[in-house]
């Protein structure tokens, strides 16, 4: 039944040499685990310890970041590549081979999954350790961290999954721990509510991905994502025929999760939970599980199911495009932040789904640190004003100047800003747009970093500039709190550094590479040098967003006029219900099915089929007394008893007429006169 | 005779004051929940049916109707709803839930009716023919006669029936005395 | 060991029932006597039923094992026939297990009228009855066990049910629910079997035509199913009817499932937990037992049908679930939900299918059966299963509510839990069907049913919703609750326990099952 | 005036006396119900009457008749609800069903 195995010691795709790792590699499994050993560990003996469990968590977490972080240099200095399955399950054979299909749990330790842990452990790590800064004195902090544990645990089985079996294991872990974290609060009911969408938005989009992986698994005789993609490359005629429609099932499954247009409508409501689980959410774990998942298949788009691109790009630039206008018009903090993070998901699955495997994946990496430090930053804002809203905000410049300067320095990376992280991955998605032919879509997404850079100088200007609105006196947070900060404010400066077109940097190489170090080859676009000119482009629609979200916002933050002004008529109410989105899901499917749809599967149980087996029972009983009644107590005595039975039996009946009501008798005589009249007529 | 002649004679005017009055009066007596209400009603309808008997020269017929039902009959009903005390005002339980029974029933009555009355027009003939006797009261001399000569004998049995009615009204309105009351006379 | 090879089976079937007549040996007052006797008895059995998956050869899972064949009523051909294989083994262990947890849980939670020793009695029987269907490799022996089982049931229904009025639609009658949902429960049971029971005379009779003497005796029967020997005529295709009315009864299958919500909400919650752990599997055991391999020919005519019934109640009763508003009905109507996965699994008639109903089985009996402890548990302390009321469960017991919600995520089919696999493998084994039937359709039921985990996720999380979550309604908030007690500790961590493991390991029962199934599906359909 | 218009009338004027009489429940109230179709009958006789203008006034003759039965009929009618009444201080003839099987 254990079955380890060691498939492929490969060569890379540029012919390099892949090494099998060492020890870290070989022990990669630790990480996978040590999570969950905390989260068991806090759930029994938290409540018991001095920080309620918060040092087992940040434990775990810290090392997850050196074995992520040892194995990040290890990939750097050499190409990893090492699966390892463990046999959990024969199901059978479906009767289509001789050998029995299987399921199985291991890890992959390879550029993309070695660049998914350090992310998720190094962003994991700063938020527990920030959150044990935020959540002091709050309720559950046992609860909470095991829920985090449990958390990036998902998320790192996730992108440890060599199949996706384990894959979708991590996948609803993940929704799971991110029900539990958002309804943090479940004694209010909107929170628990948010839980409750957040789970059952990812639920459906689930149903693609279960379908999807039913589709290849079968077809491939292997839920391997090795042999998936080494199928794919070679056009492997197993795949023929599910290909696009499985990919677009798997694509389905990553709209959810990753927060595509039109599942998008959890995240925004995702904020109920406490800000350390938005940073993680929005970085690090949860929605770029959707990006891995197409990052981890590409060969399956970028080989076999081309015409599903034709599907999975619109959505994802309606996604960056339409969706990041929803962020102009909100006024809590968190929530501007949220679908910023739903346009810049649209901007990482465009690339991907336009070929562009490495800029995806690098707006990824980038995005997870200047997004992080933007929540944990408006986090810090929101445990100093105790309000999410903006309009109880500014002028708080003065007042939280860590907070303040790495804010900006978030705000700016997310902006587009040369040469901050967010302008080098988001030039290269541009790049890799208009390489592969997708002008209009290109433009789009040029239109939208002017949107992108728009929105976040508003949020800024409201927030930290002009004068403070709300009440009581905010104050700097801790430095357990400002720490991952300045810790997260760095790499957003200089991540971007990492992948500048044809440079290299030494022998640790560059992003291209490191996530490059896969066995089956991408095939995909990545610039081999800077374009000036869109690079242009794209500073142009940040610098221009900045200066009209400076112009409109920055003057009268403490006035306030410029958000009137921008209640436009019609477009602010559109704008401000996201479309009316979430209107048509609840009204148009959600209360439905909750009420007159499962009322009526109820009636139909209660009143026809139990109708017609109640009515059978009391039919059957009736046909019973007959039988007793007329053909075995009478019809045995019927020769002896026929006259007095008879008579009795005809005096019982007839008796039944003598009710006693008068109106009967009344009713009997006017019908029987009536009869009488008819019947002289006739006669007559 | 068509309905425009029928309108043109000034008499059917004098019928048409009368009978819708006494259909809604009825109709009143039927429905309505205060039961002195419905005897009142009742009393409207008789009177109707009273001026109808003199448009069709039954004058006797008319007062003695007015005398015996207007005057006694009536007075006999409110004494009744009286002494059994029963609700003077509205009252709710006066008229069955389910009334469309007797709806259904009632209009099947006055459809047989109504064919009744069309098919013997046909067989017997002239029933919309000017009635010939109207104009002419009818003298009580006759009908003092036929009560003595040709109907004398139910005349009499009505008498009887009457007295028979007024002893056995009042051996059941009166009450079961304890025999000491009987002693005492208190039911006299 | 040669003893236990011999005797080891028998005794785990007969071990109950020896019991039940000692308990009345005990004198009425002795009440912990009775209990002690009964959890001896119970742990006895259950240690026997992992001693035979101990000592069970899962390398020819596929064959009898254990198997004792004694002349039993010579006249009729009818033997004493009875073994395990790899699909009856994890059945059998968990049908002696959750007994083992049933007496444990019962040690003091009693309903009126407080009979110890009736009702630990009915148990007792009950397991024999249970234990011995899922052994039983005779037709007349299978069908005594299958009966054995509706008896005590229905005694713990009647007696200790819930004793409210309820009005049923229609019909216009106010009824006493336990009356009405033990007479229900007994009379729709018995009106399937009695059509079973045709069956297998049917089969009795036919079957001298190919062999030197008529035979009730199971594998008999397969071998000449694998000859096909039944054909796919008039007669076969009435055969499978008959039994097929007989198992959907059981199982239950839409549209004849109306007597589980009722017996369910009225049974005493032992009666429920036994009733949703191991009666229901009765049903989609006998079919992978007996339809399917006695007549391969018409259950591969009958499978589209059998899968349309299945989504019918994935669907049906998902919905049906959001309109209820007692936590036990809507678990109730769950199993409806969740025995449709179980049968859409069969209905592919594939290994992977039939895999899927058994993993399915064994995780619905844990988690069903864990559920429906928990609303037991629950109406003991409040006194209510209106959903309405309850709220902020959490709150006031926050490990009773932990547990609930672990449940819950079982049951709604978590991915690492063990309610996903049977539903996955389904699906997996709707995409491909066996060979001839229709690829389209059965895909067609996939979406459905894929669709229906969607709905599940929907009610569960309402349910906890508004169960566990929220503030505590008024009428609790200043009530003191006592959280998890002893014994529901130790009748449930087990569950919860092998919950997690089939979740994350699910080759603890496929390890047993998929030789097995892999063969089923071999001999009965070839290829 | 012609025959027809008072047949109806009594046809209408009786349809209503049933329809009280069937629906009615209280006592009293059916009592006058009676009465409406009484009249009904009355009327319809002494139309007869007049249409076939006996000598001898058969018709009239017969309409007294009715009143002077109706008469005593409603002195017993009135003289049993009282006793009822007194007996069971209701009116309701529903109530009364003591003469049943």
Redesign the interface.
Known sequence: ?VNVSLPLVLAATDGAELSSGGFFAATAWIMLLLPFVAFLAIILVGKRLKGLGAELAIGAMGINLVWASVLLVQNMLEGIYREVGL??????????TDQ??S?E?GFVVDGLSIMMYWVVAFVGFLVFLYAHGYMKGDVRVPWFFASLSLFAGSMLVLVGAPNL?QL??G???VG?AS?LLI?HY????PN??AA?KA??TN??AD?GL??GT??I??SLGSFRFSALNQAAANHSESLEGVAVVGGLLLFFGAMGKSAQFPLHVWLPDAMAGPTPVSALMHAATMVTAGIYLMARTFPLYQEMATDARAIMLPIAVITLFVLGFLALVADDLKRVLAFSTVSQLGYMMAAVAAGGYTAGLFHLFTHAFFKALLFLGAGSVIHAVHSNNMSDMGGLRKSMPVTFWTFVVGAVSLAGVIPLAGFWSKDEILATLGHEGYTLFMWVAILGAFVTAFYMTRAVSLTFLGTYKGTGHPHESPPVMTGPLVALAIPSVVAGLFNIPGVTWGPIGNFTEWVGHRVVPMGDYHPKSIEWDLAAYGLIAAGAGILLGWRLFAPDAATQTARDRLRIPVLYPLLHKGYYIDDLYMKGV?NP??GP??????WV???V???V???V??LTARIGELVYGRFDQQGIDLVLNATAGGTGWAGGRL??L??????QY??GF??GA?LL??AL?IVI | MTLADWIAEPVNWAFLAMAFPMVLAALRVVTSRNVVHAALFLVLALAASAGLFLLLSAEFVAWVLVLVYIGAVVVLFLFGIMITRAPIGKETNLS?KKIW??AV?SL??FG??F??IY?LGEQVGGFSDTLPAVGQATPTEILGEGFINIYLIPFEAVGFLLLAALIGGITLARKDLSPAEEREGAGL | MAWFESVGLSLTVFLPAAGALALFALPKAQENAQKLLALVVTGLTAVLAVGVAANFDYGRSERFQFEVTESWIPAIGARYHIGVDGISLPLLVLSAVVTLLAVIYSWDHWEEPRNVRGFLALMLLLATGMNGTFVALDLVLFFIFFELVLLPMYFMIGIWGDSSKRR????GRTVTMRLYAAI?FF??TLFGSAFMLLGFLALYFRSGDFLPANTFDIPALIALGAENAFGSGTFAFLVFGAMFLGFAVKVPMW?FH??L?DAHTAAPTVGSVLLAAILLKLGSYAFLRISIPILPEMAREWAPFIGLLAVIGII?GS??????TDVKRLIAFSSVGHMGFVMLGIATM???G???SLIGMVAHGLITGLLFFLAGSMHHRYHTREIARLG?N??LMPWMGGILAFTA?ASLG???LAG??GE??S???A??P??GLSSSQFQTY??IG??G???T??YM??ML?RV????PKAEWADRSFHDVETTEWLAWAPLIVAIVVIG????VI??ST?DA??NL?RTA?G? | MVLTQFLVLGALMFSIG?FG??SR?NAVT?LLSVELMLAAVNINLVAFEAFWNTAAAHGQIFAIFVITIAAAEVGIGLAIILLVFRNRASGN??E??????
């Open positions: 039944m046999t959990i399950a024969e199901i059978g054979t479906l009767g289509i029995n299909l399921f749990l079996i979708i294991i996948w609803e872990g799971l029900y309804g479940w004694e209010h009911k628990s509510d409750v789970f059952m639920k459906v149903v279960i379908l039913i589709l698994g079968p959600v099915i909750k749809v499962a009322r009526a599967v109820d149980n209660a009143y089929i139990d109708t087996i109640n009515g029972g009391a008796r039944l003598q009710s006693g009501k008068v109106r009344a009713a006017v019908v009536l009249v008819i007529v | 069955h029974p007797a029933a099947a009555v047989v009716t064919w009744l098919e | 049923i639609p229609v019909l229900k009379i729709f549209p109306t007597w919500p049906y919905l049906a679930c959001l309109a209820q594939t290994d992977v039939f895999n899927a902020g959490q709150k995520m978590l991915p690492g996903f696999w996955f493998m699906l997996l084994g995409y491909r066996l060979a996939m979406v894929a669709i985990t969607v709905l996720a929907g999380l309402w919703q566990n979550l929220g503030e994350v390991y699910p080759q496929l390890g998929t199934v892999v599906a359909f290829g | 049933v009489l069937l429940r059916i003839i529903d009364l069903d003591l003469m049943r099987w």
